[in-house]
Structures are given as structure tokens and as C-alpha cells.
């Protein structure tokens, strides 16, 4: 990554603040030299105590304070401050009384506690004025130095400390981006959407020519993971053209007008370097829906969004400048920032398919020494639903273990540990369960993988492990398809609810008791069963009717009841009733099967993890 700088020198202040400090507290101090000579060499006199007495009776004593925690008596001879001497002495013991009735035989001397004497001019004025300003502008000077250095070193955008209007965006220079289509994998829709805005900015004239308009903006949607800055990326590396990158939440500030203000910077710039790719990402942080209810529409961000909206409909799209935005939250957009002549293409940046996490797995290994014969495509299987950034994370999950264990290349061992590393977390070696636990543990297992196992539709089982994981499982059953799966039909679905309620169901025939062991599965068949009745319409009662409505569906799709409570107490009893009849089934075929049942569990408690393979040979015998 290489970011462009200013080059121009950046000259510090000739003078250090601090310096102008210290003649200005030197000409304070000459001042009050000139102005209170007498202060500046008042003492303190010591004097016996039959002296001080004999004061008293002359009149020489004007003020009297005994200080209890010295023991002495400080005393002032003479009226006129300047003039004023201070004395001290200590006390006769028991003498108190009698020296307070000759005090008070003389009218004319005060007595107290403590003498109200005139403080130090200078001293009050260094300590009330000088010491703070002092503190002030050594703090400053210290930001100051560092600032400079942070300057000279490229650190604050467009060298200038106060630019608050100032754009923070990341520019890359042409064809240094380092990336390019070659690095963006199964991904093929994307890139051939995005292949027309580079081929337009190679070669403005033949589209200008024809009367051809490139869309001023194309927003790229999709979950999180799935390449969407990478692509970015991609098409300035293709391009090779500037390449601006910053967050839609670096133009929110804290004062209004600021966010507006880099909004505008950032276009004068991206105009400045045309032909070039300016890109937003989360673009969700300042391109939400507008209040429509009259309250807060003078907020920062939707000044900062009315500027963007302004901006992209100013510039003129033969400039060759493109924007590219990026968001896994389109649902939340204003619908003026998606209208034709702004972000007026989308493009879905997709959950990969199977053939796409293959072509992932194997870009991102290229760096990665394996062994002869690592079978790609049974990763892929293995990772339905992954994204890329998961992918890689399983690679580099793979190169790990294979350093762990003292090996130069990664095994399909390694990618395949590292798939379950991903999925349920690492090993819990240490993890200390009694063996009638491990009991209930291999027998609920047993039970997913026999359930699933004779029931026709229903993916293969490739792997039970009663091995503890970090993620909190004790045990987990893999089910792994041939093929790439994007219909289920309802007996499918169906299998799947009574899979799932296979484990409870093995616990309730050999043990006779539940235990709270599945209570994910629980959670995953009532979402199932609530699936069917509320989106899938796969209910005799309902039919094809929407009763529910799935919320940011690229964010994990929370759903909402879009019916009465009526409608929603009769969905609750259906619910109910699947589950139950998948439950039912369940307890019918591990009740038919009850001697493989045991058979592969107590095969399971000896091996801990055992292999598609071994279960179906042990079943089948």
C-alpha cells in the first residue's frame, strides 16, 4: 500500500512558545523588584520573650496570633504595611492566662488565632497567574513538537493539523493497489458487472462517442466476508487508475457542517486525479433513510448525506471519476441515494457457491505449501455457507496446525481440522467429564447420525467426535452433501427436524431423562418449523401466505410476525406440532434400530471420533 503525501516542507515556528513565556514572566518578576522592594526582603525576627512583654507596655505591639502547633506568639510592631515588622517568640509555660489580661488591658493591640498579614504580591501573582499560563504553554509546546514530527512524517492529511474539513481518505496511486481480478474468486457475476467500469475507464472515448453514460455510482451488496472491499480494490489494480478508499463513518464528526465539509474535499480531490475510483465503504453510516417524522432532520449525518447526494449529482460522469460503495445493510439506504443517476447499479457480492469456495480455497493457498493431492473440493463441501474471509481463515488454520505439528506442508488432515477449528472451535483436551456424561454425549450423537442415516434425502454423515470443543460443544455430528443444495422441498425439511431431534430423542430411550445437551438443536428445529409454516408456506392451514418478514437479511435475517396475535397463537401451536411429530419419528427409528444403536455407541465411547466410513460399515453389518 503506497499513500500519497504531500511533499511540500514543513517549516516549524522560529521561535519555541515557551521562550516568549520566559521573558514574560522576567519582566513580571524585575516589576514587582521596583514596585515592592520591602517585600521581597521581609523576615521574620526572633525576640525574648521579656522583650515582647515589654513591648506590650511600651506600645510598640499593633497585632498578637499564637500559633498552637509551633508553640511561639507571632506579633506585628508598626501600622503602615510597608514598614511592618514581624516578630516571634516563644511562650512562658502557663503564662497564657496572664499574658491574655495584659493584652486586654491595652485597647489598641489585636489579638487572634491568626495575623490577617498581606500575602506576597509576586509570590501570589506567579502562583494565581504565571504557573498556570506557564503549564499551558509547556503543554502546548509539547503538542506542538509532536504534531510537527507527526507532520514530517506524513501523519495528518494534507499537512495541516486543523483540517477538520479535510477528506481522511486512503489514496493509492495507479496499479498499486496490489490487487487485481485475479485475486477476486468465485465472485464471477461481480467481476463481469465490474469489468464495464474498468474497460470505461480505459477507454472513456468509445462510450462518450456512442452516447453512452457509465452509472455515476454501483453500490456492491452482500454479507460480510464476501470480498466487497476486495473487489474495490480489484478494479483500480485493473483500472490502473487513483484509487480513494475511506469509512462512511469517518465523515460523521462531532461538529455539524464537518462531515459535509470532507464530502465536498473528497470529490475536489477525486476531480483533481480523474480518471480515478472513489470508494466508500459501510456506506449504511451516513446513507440511512432520512426521518420522515419531522424531528432531527438538521442532524450531522444528514447534512453529510444531502452533501453527498449534491456532489454525485453535480460532477459530470464523462470525468471518468466512479464511485463504488459497499454495504451488507441496502434495505437501510435513503431511496434518493439509489435513484437512477446516483448509486443507480447494484451488484451482489454473494455468498459463494460450491464451485466459488473451491476456486477461494485455492487462491488463497497459493502461498501455502501443501501436500501432494489435498483434495480442495471436499473442503468446499464441507463449508457450505462460508464466506471468503472464512475460507482464508480456515488456509491460515491449516498452516498453523501444520507448524504446530512439526510439518513443512499442510495435510488434508490440517484442512480438515481446521474446518471444525472454524466451525465449533479448538480442541478441549483438557476438559475433565465423568464417563456417564461421555455416555450421554456418544449415545445423543449416535442418535443425529442414525436418524439422519435412515431417512432417504438426507446428507451423508462424514464425522461424530465426542471430543469437547471451546465453543461449549461436548460432541457434534457432521453432515456433509455431494452436491451444491439451494432447494429443500418440505419431506426434506422435514428429515432435517427429525435429524435434529434425533439426539434427544436417543437420550429419552436409554437414559429415560432429557438433558440440557439439546438445547441447540432445540433452537434449531423451532426456527426450522417456524420457517415453514411463516415463509416457506408449507402449511395445510396458512398456505401461501407471508406471516413473517425477514430483517437485514445479510446481517443473520432477524425476523418479525407480520400477522395478528390470533394468527401468531395459532402459528405457536403449529410450531409445536411439527416438532413434535419430527420427535415422534425420531423416537421410532432409534426404536427400530436400537441394537446398531448401542452397537456404535459404545464403538464411539472407545474411538472418541469416528469417520462416514465407520459408521456406515458398523450400520450396515
Not at 11 to 18: A, E, H, M, S
Not at 400 to 406: I, N
Not at 596 to 618: R, V
Request: glycine content about 8%; overall charge negative; aromatic content about 6%.
Amino acid at each position: 500500500m503506497i499513500e500519497e503525501k504531500d511533499e511540500k516542507p514543513i517549516k516549524p515556528p522560529k521561535r519555541p512558545l515557551i521562550y516568549y513565556a520566559g521573558i514574560a514572566a522576567l519582566i513580571i518578576m524585575l516589576l514587582n523588584i521596583f514596585f515592592f522592594p520591602s517585600v521581597l526582603h521581609r523576615k521574620v525576627t526572633e525576640v525574648p520573650y521579656n522583650e515582647f512583654l515589654d513591648m506590650i507596655d511600651a506600645g510598640k505591639v499593633d497585632e498578637v496570633a499564637y500559633d498552637a502547633q509551633a508553640s511561639e506568639i507571632i506579633f506585628i510592631s508598626g501600622t503602615e504595611p510597608r514598614t511592618a515588622e514581624i516578630y516571634s517568640t516563644g511562650i512562658w509555660p502557663d503564662d497564657g492566662q496572664r499574658l491574655l489580661n495584659q493584652l486586654r488591658e491595652n485597647p489598641n493591640i489585636k489579638f487572634s488565632s491568626a495575623i490577617p498579614t498581606e500575602k506576597d504580591p509576586l509570590f501570589s501573582f506567579i502562583i494565581s497567574w504565571i504557573l498556570p499560563i506557564a503549564f499551558f504553554f509547556i503543554i502546548g509546546e509539547l503538542l506542538n513538537r509532536m504534531m510537527m514530527k507527526k507532520l514530517k512524517n506524513g501523519g495528518f492529511p494534507g499537512g495541516n493539523v486543523m483540517s477538520f474539513g479535510k477528506a481522511d481518505a486512503k489514496v493509492y496511486v495507479a496499479a498499486q493497489t496490489g490487487k487485481t481480478f485475479a485475486d477476486v474468486a468465485g465472485q464471477d457475476e461481480a467481476k463481469e458487472a465490474l469489468a464495464e467500469v474498468v474497460d470505461f475507464l480505459h477507454d472513456t472515448k468509445k462510450y462518450t462517442e456512442i452516447g453512452a453514460k457509465l452509472p455515476k455510482g454501483v453500490l456492491l451488496v452482500g454479507p460480510p466476508g464476501t470480498g466487497k472491499t476486495l473487489l474495490a480494490k480489484a478494479v483500480a489494480g485493473e483500472a490502473k487508475v487513483p484509487f480513494f478508499s475511506i469509512s462512511g463513518s469517518e465523515f460523521v464528526e462531532m461538529f455539524v457542517g464537518m462531515g459535509a465539509a470532507k464530502v465536498r474535499d473528497l470529490f475536489k480531490q477525486a476531480n483533481e486525479k480523474a480518471p480515478c475510483i472513489v470508494f466508500i465503504d459501510e456506506i449504511d453510516a451516513i446513507g440511512k433513510k432520512r426521518d420522515t417524522s419531522g424531528m432531527g432532520g438538521n442532524d450531522e449525518r444528514e447534512q453529510t448525506l444531502n452533501q453527498l447526494l449534491a456532489e454525485m449529482d453535480g460532477f459530470d460522469p464523462s470525468s471518468g471519476v466512479v464511485i463504488l460503495a459497499a454495504t451488507n445493510r441496502p434495505e437501510s439506504l435513503d431511496a434518493a441515494l439509489l435513484r437512477p443517476g446516483r448509486f443507480d447499479r447494484r451488484v451482489p457480492v454473494e455468498l459463494p457457491d460450491l464451485g466459488g469456495r473451491e476456486a477461494i480455497l485455492r487462491v488463497h493457498a497459493k502461498n501455502v505449501k501443501l501436500a501432494a493431492g489435498v483434495d480442495f473440493g471436499k473442503i468446499a463441501r464441507m463449508t457450505a455457507g462460508a464466506s471468503g474471509a472464512e475460507l482464508a481463515n480456515i488456509i491460515n488454520e491449516a498452516a498453523l496446525r501444520a507448524v504446530r505439528m512439526g510439518r513443512g506442508e499442510v495435510l488434508d488432515s490440517d484442512l480438515e481440522e481446521s474446518v471444525e477449528v472454524v466451525i465449533a472451535g479448538y480442541q478441549r483436551k483438557n476438559a475433565v467429564i465423568s464417563n456417564e456424561e461421555k455416555r450421554i454425549v456418544a449415545y445423543h450423537e449416535i442418535g443425529h447420525a442414525l436418524v439422519a442415516a435412515r431417512q432417504s434425502n438426507s446428507a451423508p454423515v462424514t464425522k461424530i467426535t465426542i471430543v469437547p470443543r471451546t465453543s461449549g460443544a461436548l460432541g457434534y455430528t457432521m453432515q456433509v452433501d455431494e452436491g451444491e443444495r439451494s432447494l429443500m422441498n418440505s419431506d426434506e425439511i422435514k428429515n432435517k427436524l427429525a435429524t435434529l431431534t434425533g439426539g434427544r430423542a436417543a437420550e429419552e430411550l436409554v437414559f429415560g431423562r432429557a438433558t440440557t445437551g439439546a438445547s441447540n438443536d432445540i433452537e434449531q428445529a423451532t426456527k426450522l418449523a417456524r420457517a415453514m409454516i411463516t415463509r416457506y408456506g408449507m402449511s395445510d392451514e396458512f398456505g401461501m401466505v407471508a406471516l413473517e418478514t425477514v430483517n437485514g437479511r445479510y446481517l443473520g435475517g432477524d425476523t418479525s410476525l407480520a400477522c395478528s396475535d390470533e394468527t401468531a397463537a395459532k402459528i405457536d401451536s403449529k410450531v409445536v406440532d411439527t416438532v413434535k411429530a419430527a420427535h415422534s419419528k425420531a423416537i421410532s427409528i432409534l426404536t427400530d434400530n436400537r441394537q446398531k444403536l448401542d452397537e456404535l455407541a459404545e464403538y464411539l465411547l472407545e474411538k472418541e471420533t469416528i469417520t462416514g466410513d465407520e459408521f456406515m460399515k458398523i450400520l450396515n453389518s
